[in-house]
Each structure stands twice: as structure tokens, then as C-alpha cells.
């Protein structure tokens, strides 16, 4: 239903600040992880935590990373959707298998369904 009335809502001109919507249920209705490149780990930086990780192959989204190695970070509907997880990205790029609901602002990441794409530095 959210696929069909979030589109709706915005072509009937109601801003995307304006949509707040929720998702409940098990985490399949997330998109799926982009597949891990081949090659060596990416590092992945948490500037507030003052640490710095090696992404492995068997990580799937930035979110489970970081509560995996004990960083603080909000989150809420873990699929894309509410923003909560929305992260200062300092840099490198990270990837969404399939684009978020939630507009991510610029210079920002969604932890809960992003994906690193290079070395990233993050506000966490
Ligand atoms: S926890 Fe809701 S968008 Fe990431």
C-alpha cells in the first residue's frame, strides 16, 4: 500500500517533508544489500567514535555494521523509510540497491540500507 500511496501523495503535489509514514513486519520488505566488491576491505570510519573498520564481504548494510561493532546510532524502521538512521557522510560514496523512500539531505547517508561503494568517514 505505502509503494502505492507515497508516489500518489507527491504527484498530488504534497512535499516529501510532509509524507511521514512507518514500516512494520520483518526486515524482508528492506531493499537488498548491494552485492560486496571483490577486493580488499573497504574502511570504513566512525569520526565521533574515533574508530575505523574493515567492511567484510558478509556485511550487509552500514546500520548492522555499526551496531555489530558497538557504535552508537539511531535508527528506527531499518528499511529506508523514517530517516532516523540518516548519517553525516564526511566521505567516500555509499549505494542503495534500490533508492530509499526517505530524501536523503546532501552530504548525508541512510546507515540502514546503504552500502559502502568506497573508504568512508562517518559523523558517528
Ligand atoms: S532507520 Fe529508518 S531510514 Fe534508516
Given at each position: 500500500m505505502m509503494k502505492a500511496l507515497i508516489p500518489a501523495l507527491r504527484g498530488w503535489g504534497v512535499a516529501g517533508s510532509d509524507i511521514h509514514h512507518e514500516s512494520f513486519g520483518p526486515q524482508t520488505s528492506a531493499p537488498s544489500p548491494m552485492p560486496a566488491a571483490p577486493g580488499p576491505a573497504l574502511a570504513i570510519g566512525f569520526r565521533w567514535s574515533g574508530r575505523?573498520?574493515?567492511?567484510l564481504a558478509q556485511d550487509t548494510?552500514?546500520?548492522?555494521?555499526?551496531e555489530r561493532h558497538l557504535i552508537a546510532v539511531d535508527a528506527g524502521c531499518r528499511s529506508g523509510g523514517c530517516g532516523t538512521c540518516e548519517t553525516r557522510l564526511i566521505s567516500g560514496r555509499v549505494v542503495y540497491?534500490?533508492?530509499?523512500?526517505?530524501d536523503i539531505a546532501p552530504g548525508f547517508c541512510l546507515?540502514?540500507?546503504?552500502t559502502p561503494a568506497t573508504n568512508l568517514e562517518l559523523d558517528a
Open positions: 575505523t573498520l574493515d567492511w548494510n552500514l546500520l548492522d555494521f555499526a540497491a534500490t533508492k530509499p523512500d526517505h546507515l540502514c540500507v546503504g
